[in-house]
């Protein structure tokens, strides 16, 4: 079996890799500017952005369809964990209902990735985070705090981790003026 694992912890937000990155054009947000100092007239000023993706952590689940469960890296708040079979019969058992939803998963899995004023005490607060895909199996979601960038993690479970969900990709999309 091919393990496949990609980890760019990322401190303070730093963005000196920009140039390994893919690159999106993007025409983005259009600003109001007085013209004059008297606020008789304004104009509108067109500020085009580029948006730029940087891949922070990758995994195929697939790779390990055939595999132990416990071969499968976990991202773990900016660590690499991994899960046991008793992990998986204690969440069948009720216990740690978090980690069979997409949502609850992400706000506590990623949240190494926030700074503290935009967590709560098991996570991001949900008023950051957007899921926009959500099923028993798969959850993508954006965690957002401004205009400038957000992240987009993937979350995915299959037969072999008994429902639980795995993080299988990490991106930041940064948007620079071009």
């Known amino acids: 079996m091919r393990i496949k694992v990609t980890l760019i912890l990322m401190l303070c937000l730093s963005f000196t890799a920009l140039t390994a990155c893919g690159k999106r ?55 690499i964990a991994h899960i046991t079979q008793e992990n998986i019969h204690s969440y069948h058992g009720g216990h740690h209902p978090w980690l069979g939803d997409s949502e609850s998963y992400i ?6 990735l926030v700074p503290d004023e935009y967590k709560r005490e098991d996570g991001i607060k949900i008023e950051y985070l957007k899921v926009f895909k959500k099923s028993d199996t798969l959850g993508i979601a954006t965690i957002k705090f401004n205009d400038d960038f957000f992240y987009e993690v993937k979350v995915e479970s299959s037969d072999l981790t008994g429902g639980i969900f795995i993080i299988t990709q990490i991106d930041l999309h940064t948007f620079v003026k071009k």
């Open 25 to 79: 054009n993007t025409p983005e947000n259009s600003s109001i500017a007085p013209a004059s100092q008297d606020n008789s007239e304004t104009s509108i000023i067109e500020v085009k952005k580029e948006e730029i993706v940087t891949q922070l952590y990758s995994i195929n689940l697939k790779d390990y369809d055939n595999g132990d469960v416990s071969l499968i890296p976990q991202y773990h708040r900016g660590a």
């Open 107 to 112: 706000a506590t899995e990623a949240s190494n």
